[in-house]
């Protein structure tokens, strides 16, 4: 990783936010529960093909998750499914789902996105799931 | 029972292996954030928070397939994943909580993909329609956030 990039994750690591979800004993699944639920509401926007809600649903999602990012901000980022969900698939499945609005691209994305999050998960050195 | 189908060949097997295992999870999660994605923009639908202009027995068969095959897949692949520790899962709280909330939620769903259609004809929306619509989308926040804490309070999945 790019020097940079570890320091701003270093950075997110030691913000307030970052420090009071990893000290909490509940504050982290419930970030987990924002994040499916936004994930949730993104997927089954994009059936419709409602573009409002597509962006709401991918702000909730993003909430969550970047919550639980500063938890562990460096750990996570030296993962590879991590970065490759977080760099690629991510932004080409808000493009796809936003822009070009195709269903069973987003599917296939979708798949993909969650296996990449998947990988991360299964191989995760942090302390937490 | 419990401890029988843990120790089976085949749940060993898919304990055993990270490929197996990872495949069942991505399963379960795309699964649900289907199942549980079109009941909530259904109910957001009705009311009258999302896709405004489209009748409500278009949506509902349009979202019926990603639905229910999404919940196929996620009970599916829950069960296989449950297997894996089946006698510690059907000792903890948290869990059959779990169980417990996805029953009243489904039941919720399937009252509000009967009742739809004569909500569309009526010209304003009525009062058991926004109850529940309302009490589906509290059921499955409940079902997802029941999810999140099995594994927090109980250090299973």
Not at chain 1, 74 to 79: F, G, I, L, Q, R
Request: with cysteine; glycine share 8%.
């Amino acid at each position: 990783m790019p020097d940079l990039v570890l320091a701003g994750c270093r950075w997110l690591e030691s913000t307030p936010w970052g420090v009071m979800v990893r000290e909490s004993a509940w504050m982290y699944p419930v970030m987990k529960w924002i994040h499916f639920t936004g994930l949730s509401v993104w997927f089954a926007a994009n059936v419709t093909l409602d573009r409002r809600l597509t962006w709401i649903g991918f702000f909730i999602a993003f909430a969550g998750g970047f919550f639980l990012f500063s938890v562990e901000a460096t750990t996570y980022v030296s993962n590879p499914g991590f970065v490759l969900k977080l760099a690629v698939l991510t932004p080409l499945a808000l493009w796809w789902t936003v822009i070009v609005q195709n269903r069973a691209g987003a599917v296939i994305l979708w798949i993909a996105v969650v296996t990449a999050s998947v990988v991360f998960l299964l191989t995760n050195a942090g302390t937490y799931p | 029972m419990w401890q029988a189908l843990q120790h089976a060949a085949w749940v060993e097997a898919i304990a055993t292996s990270r490929g197996l295992y990872g495949l069942f999870l991505v399963v379960h999660y795309c699964g649900l954030f289907s199942c549980v994605g079109a009941i909530v923009v259904l109910d957001l639908s009705i009311l009258g928070v999302a896709n405004r202009h489209q009748p409500l027995s278009a949506l509902v068969r349009q979202l019926r397939p990603w639905t229910w095959v999404g919940f196929g897949s996620s009970v599916g692949s829950g069960f296989l994943l449950f297997t894996t520790k089946a006698g510690s899962y059907v000792t903890a709280t948290p869990f059959l909580v779990k169980l417990f909330i996805v029953v009243l939620a489904v039941v919720a769903a399937l009252i509000v993909e009967r009742r739809v259609s004569t909500w569309d004809q009526a010209p304003a929306l009525p009062l058991p329609a926004t109850v529940l619509a309302l009490l589906s989308i509290v059921l499955w926040l409940a079902a997802i956030l029941a999810a999140v804490e099995v594994p927090a309070l109980t250090g299973l999945g």
